[in-house]
């Protein structure tokens, strides 16, 4: 009984540690000029690279190669949460692991395994004046480091929004 009490303990503080890990991390504001996308990131982890000429986003890198992208476009083809699933899984092997999705009316969520790493994929689908707007968050990281970007990862996605 007493060694379980322990392993239990041990666990938790190892999630408290994650956790603090994820909420030590200086944490900045990306705002899309273009398309009013916005979501945070972490600064002292991800740094933004050359920003593309279009205007539709940014991507970062960090020393341990993870990945993000935070970007919009326009919905010139109408997708639906579901029908733009349908197009990414079709294009093809880039999705053929896909170990968690959800959607909503607005929203997808991909994420699963390519190689060595993990991905986690989160558009919002949003309506415009003239044309409507898919708005992206995309994380790629090494599998080996779950546990650091679990937290990061979540805090990213819940943070994602469509800013006009």
């Known amino acids: 009984m007493r060694s379980s009490c322990v392993r239990v303990l041990a666990g938790l503080l190892?999630?408290?540690?994650?956790?603090?890990?994820?909420?030590a991390a200086t944490w900045k504001v990306y705002a899309n000029a273009r398309y009013g996308t916005v979501a945070e990131y972490p600064s002292d982890r991800f740094?933004?690279?050359?920003?593309?000429?279009?205007?539709d986003g940014q991507s970062f890198t960090a020393l341990d190669g993870s990945m993000l992208a935070i970007f919009a476009g326009n919905n010139i083809?109408?997708?639906?949460?579901?029908?733009?699933?349908?197009?990414?899984?079709?294009?093809g092997s880039d999705y053929q692991n896909v170990t968690y999705r959800a959607?909503?009316?607005k929203w997808l969520v991909l994420s699963g395994f390519r190689g060595d790493s993990i991905y986690y994929e989160k558009y919002i689908f949003s309506e415009g004046k003239d044309v409507d707007t898919?708005?992206?968050l995309v994380v790629t990281y090494p599998r080996s480091s779950k546990d650091v970007y679990g937290p990061i990862v979540s805090r990213m996605a819940q943070s994602l929004r469509a800013g006009r």
């Open 77 to 91: 083809d109408n997708y639906a949460p579901a029908t733009y699933e349908r197009f990414l899984r079709g294009g």
């Open 14 to 23: 190892f999630l408290i540690t994650i956790a603090q890990a994820a909420t």
């Open 103 to 105: 959607a909503g009316e």
């Open 47 to 55: 740094r933004p690279g050359r920003p593309p000429d279009n205007g």
């Open 134 to 136: 898919i708005h992206g």
